[in-house]
């Protein structure tokens, strides 16, 4: 247990109010930033990945009206699929990373239930 001064940052952490910081309060905090932070992350990666995925599809689109002429389609066409490939892979391994961490976290929960 601690008393601290008024402008201390972890007083965020003081949860019921009576100016003393607990371990406890002090590991609740910690998890809550913690979860905090993940959330944060997997937000910024599926907006990524939203992304990748509109982009590419608006790319493909545009490229099949016929404001875009068949030259410029034969030009662009060897950047447009080494880009298209690249996004298709980042979307690809952000699909296979969150099955394999869900696999993993039911493994994981699994092994804990059994102790």
């Known amino acids: 247990m601690k008393r601290l001064s008024k402008d201390n940052p ?14 406890e309060e002090l590991d609740k905090h910690e998890r809550f930033i913690k979860i905090d932070n993940a959330n944060r992350k997997e ?5 990524m990945i939203l992304f ?34 690249a996004n298709m892979g980042i979307i690809a391994t952000f699909l296979g990373a969150n099955a394999y961490t869900k696999i993993r976290e039911k493994s994981f929960d699994k092994g804990a239930e059994e102790k």
Do not use: C, H, K, Y
């Open 43 to 47: 937000d910024q990666s599926r907006f």
């Open 52 to 85: 990748s995925l509109f982009s590419v599809t608006a790319f493909i689109a545009i490229m099949l009206t016929p404001f875009i002429s068949v030259e410029r389609i034969t030009v662009l066409q060897p950047i447009g699929s080494t880009w298209v490939i």
């Open 10 to 23: 972890l007083n965020q952490a003081d949860l019921d109010g009576d100016g003393i910081v607990t371990t």
